[in-house]
């Protein structure tokens, strides 16, 4: 369930997300009125794996998970997402469709800024850009390192069902 609300997100809040930090006051203050704000209750979901990535979303409050399915079925959290972080750049960046799902896990206020909007920002304030390189780089490093603590998880267990009684002794 959704609702939308008035209230605008306000400068000090948009400087709380790392990617807008370095900003001038006259690009926050663009930024600000590109946004819409709405509130979401605990389990509602935002996207889906596959769904067009049109548009961007900062959390004011609150939490979200970007979360896939693995191909045993078992669902796995990539991240859990509070106030000050943000989720779905990545589509719109490359306007391929989502990589995970999002679903908000505790009631949430968010700013969401469409691809359109987002990419004539980003032209006229290019500080954006590497910034955005950056989080997107850590956010990689954090899912190589889920990736392989999963599959090591993998292997071992594999083994396991392998060795005999003897081996195991």
Known sequence: MTTNVTQVITLEELRSVPLFASLENEAVRELRELLTVKDFRAGTELFHLGDKGDAM??????????????????EVTLVELAGGDFFGEMAILDGQPRSADATVIQDARLAILDRADFL?????????????????????????????????????????????????M
């Open 57 to 74: 979303y900062l959390i004011e409050s609150g939490r979200v998970r970007i979360h896939i399915e693995d191909s045993t079925g078992q």
């Open 120 to 168: 004539t920002f980003v032209r006229r304030n290019p500080d954006v850009s590497l910034a955005m390189m950056n989080a997107i780089t850590e956010r990689l490093r954090h899912n190589n390192e889920l990736l392989r603590q999963r599959v090591s998880r993998n292997a071992n267990e594999v083994m396991a069902e392998r060795m005999t009684v003897a081996d195991r």
